[in-house]
């Protein structure tokens, strides 16, 4: 969840405790409330948010990422300061997580800070602190303990209301600190005539002899990344669109039905029934209207009720009606008696039953549909956010309903991304070509779920064209989602696009097999964007992962997934990422679909679940076959 500030003057102090056993409960956390207490004693003005998580470098960078989403929404600096893991063991990894992650080091200052400390004790020399900058928060990387944590902030809480200043670019607190600064004849080392914003670093894509060789995005797990995207999908139903549909398009005159306009989309409010269902008393059955406690015998046949007539006859004791399945029952027959129960006992000359003989007695309301049975005047017929399909729409036209309010589907654009990539109708292709089957198979994929798509079009290998083109693409979408040109190689461009035109990324590297370069972004306006990764089965699985549910909760829908459990067919070796393997479930069992390799399409075909395994650990490296494992449906079981 985002962080919500009023006063946008607060600061924001985000402290981490690093500790398997204070996460697990079996150790006090003493070093978390203590900088609590500190930091409050050097601003009030502070909101002060504490974490714990153990020492696992996945959950340190997404407790730093989480906290950035947060300082971005607020003006000025912030903080974020973690205690723990910063020492010489194995076992210590908060640097290791944090420092690929920061936009800038201060190493003036850590040098300061260990020189400092190490006068008092020459073991201050083992530790390894951390501070930097990452977009508009301090980090700073202390050591576990409490007499650490106490000297370390002595050194730099005197210098933090300065440092806050320039990574805010406070301009008036920078100029009179430069100019107390002068009277005392000292210089402040990065003063300059003027403050100008630092020229904007050129991207590592663009240089590629210097291209960093390891990602610089915190690797989140799947829970973590869908969190993310559900909290920057509109939540409030007050902010979704409603728009009245037609059931369907139908020529009236040709009494043809040319389209279902309304199917699939999900309700916007309750929808109560205005009339009772059946509104006259129906027979269940084909067979005799009668008043039973007239019992068995032979009974004169005075009047015929059928489907669709308006019977004004009353049944008298000693007779009965002959009624059809749904007609109405007459006044004064209280039961009806199965054909099956009587027999004919004389007809007329021109064929009509006269007398027919009751075998079976029957009780009062015997195969009678009373009014309103079915459906009540008043009942709630359909709840809001009810996604309409045929039982749904089956009754809302047993009402009479011809409209309905319901959310409005987003606006899609698909975007491919590749130099090498050729449409799907090309004949023949050059070596080094390749058919573009992501859009076609997105496109489909969107279909199946009941979305159509607005925009599609084909981004070219350079970081110019790949800006254009996301910036086409969202002037007629309101949720992007492109293919490829988001690893790791020289031409992917669209981390670094999606910044420049000033969308958020907030994620760029999954946990996940395939898929584990996903990206998510979003612009100012709340438009969405996903990069998928450019292998088919990838762009595939991962559509169905993080996109679906998102378009989902955007028309007010529930996002969750169907989730069975399934018996592993075969024993599977385990990668070190949890892993998606395409399956096909028939008949209580599946099968696999073959090699699960991310290129090969084939995979998908026919597969209707993806079975989700464990990563591999250091004592679990293969799961056996007969193992129940999850498995999300994707498509008809």
Same mark, same amino acid.
């Given at each position: 969840h985002y962080f919500i500030q009023s006063n946008l003057s607060m600061t924001l102090a985000v402290i981490l405790t690093v500790s398997d056993t204070c996460s697990a409960g079996s150790a006090e956390d003493t070093s978390g409330p203590h900088i609590g207490a500190k930091i409050s004693e050097w601003r009030s003005a502070t909101s002060i948010e504490r974490h714990c998580v153990p020492d696992n470098i996945s959950q340190i960078q997404f407790c730093l990422h989480s906290a950035v989403e947060k300082a971005r929404l607020l003006s000025g600096a912030h903080v974020f300061i973690s205690s723990g893991g910063?020492?010489?063991?194995? +076992? !210590?990894? $908060?640097?290791?997580?944090?420092?690929? *992650?920061?936009?800038k080091q201060a190493t003036g200052i850590m040098s300061r800070i260990v020189n400092k400390c190490a006068e008092k004790t020459h073991f201050a020399m083992l530790s390894n602190p951390l501070v930097g900058i990452k977009e508009n928060m301090l980090v700073i990387c202390l050591p576990g303990s409490k007499k650490a944590v106490t000297e370390y902030l002595d050194q730099i809480i005197p210098l933090m209301d300065h440092i806050l200043d320039l990574i805010g670019k406070e301009e008036k607190s920078i100029s009179a600190f430069h100019k107390k600064l002068s009277e005392s004849s000292h210089t402040c080392p990065h003063k300059t005539n003027e403050h100008k914003s630092p020229a904007k670093t050129k991207s590592h894509r663009r240089e590629v002899a210097f291209r960093s060789r390891q990602s610089t995005w915190p690797m989140l797990s799947v829970p973590e990344a869908l969190c993310i995207i559900s909290s920057a999908v509109k939540t409030n139903q007050d902010e979704l669109t409603t728009i009245n549909l037609p059931l369907f398009n139908c020529n009236e005159d040709k009494q043809s039905f040319n389209n279902l306009v309304a199917y699939g989309h999900v309700t916007a409010f309750d929808i109560i029934s205005k009339e009772n269902v059946p509104n006259y008393r129906a027979s269940i059955k084909d067979g005799y209207a009668v008043v039973s406690s007239d019992g068995i015998g032979d009974f004169n046949v005075a009047t015929v009720s059928k489907m669709g007539e308006n019977s004004s006859c009353t049944v008298l004791s000693g007779t009965v009606a002959r009624v059809t399945t749904g007609g109405m029952v007459p006044? =004064?027959? !209280?039961?009806?008696?199965?054909?099956?129960? $009587?027999? *004919?006992?004389? /007809? $007329?000359?021109? =064929?009509?039953?006269?007398?027919?003989?009751?075998?079976?007695?029957? /009780?009062?309301?015997? !195969?009678?549909?009373?009014?309103?049975?079915d459906i009540a005047k008043g009942d709630l017929l359909l709840p809001a956010k009810c996604q309409l399909h045929a039982a749904e729409i089956g009754l809302l036209a047993s009402q009479g309903i011809r409209s309905v309010e319901v959310f409005g589907k987003p606006k899609i654009a698909i975007l491919s991304s590749g130099n090498e990539l050729v449409t799907h109708q090309v004949g023949q292709v050059? %070596?080094?070509?390749?058919?573009?089957?992501?859009?076609p198979a997105l496109l489909h994929l969107l279909q199946e779920d009941g979305y159509s798509v607005?925009?599609? %079009? +084909? *981004? *070219?290998?350079?970081?110019?064209? $790949?800006?254009? =083109?996301?910036? /086409? /693409?969202?002037?007629?979408? !309101?949720?992007v989602i492109s293919t490829g040109g988001v690893s790791m190689g020289e031409c992917d461009h669209i981390k670094d696009a999606l910044t420049d035109i000033g969308a958020t990324v907030h994620f760029g590297r999954v946990h996940m097999k395939p898929g584990k370069p996903t990206t998510f972004a979003t612009l100012p306006s709340g438009q969405l964007f996903f990069g998928l990764p450019g292998n088919p089965v990838s762009a595939m699985v991962t559509y169905k992962l993080f996109v679906l549910p998102a378009l989902k909760k955007w028309e007010g829908c529930d996002p969750e997934p169907n989730i069975i459990k399934v018996a592993l067919p075969e024993t599977r070796n385990l990668d070190p990422r949890p892993e998606y393997i395409r399956g096909v479930y028939k008949s209580g069992s599946v099968q696999l679909t073959g090699s699960q390799c991310s290129s090969r399409l084939l995979s998908m075909r026919s597969a209707n679940v993806l079975l989700k395994l464990p990563p591999r650990t250091d004592t679990v490296t293969h799961v056996e076959a007969g193992t129940v494992v999850d498995a999300m449906v994707i498509g008809k079981l």
């Open positions: 910063t020492g010489l063991s194995p +076992h !210590d990894v $908060t640097v290791k997580a944090i420092a690929p *992650l920061l936009d006044l =004064g027959a !209280d039961a009806v008696v199965q054909v099956e129960d $009587t027999e *004919l006992v004389s /007809a $007329t000359v021109d =064929g009509e039953e006269d007398v027919i003989r009751i075998l079976t007695a029957v /009780a009062p309301g015997t !195969d009678i549909r009373p009014v309103g049975s050059s %070596s080094g070509q390749v058919r573009d089957s992501n859009t607005s925009y599609t %079009s +084909h *981004l *070219l290998d350079s970081l110019d064209k $790949t800006k254009s =083109g996301l910036k /086409a /693409a969202f002037e007629n979408a !309101d949720i």
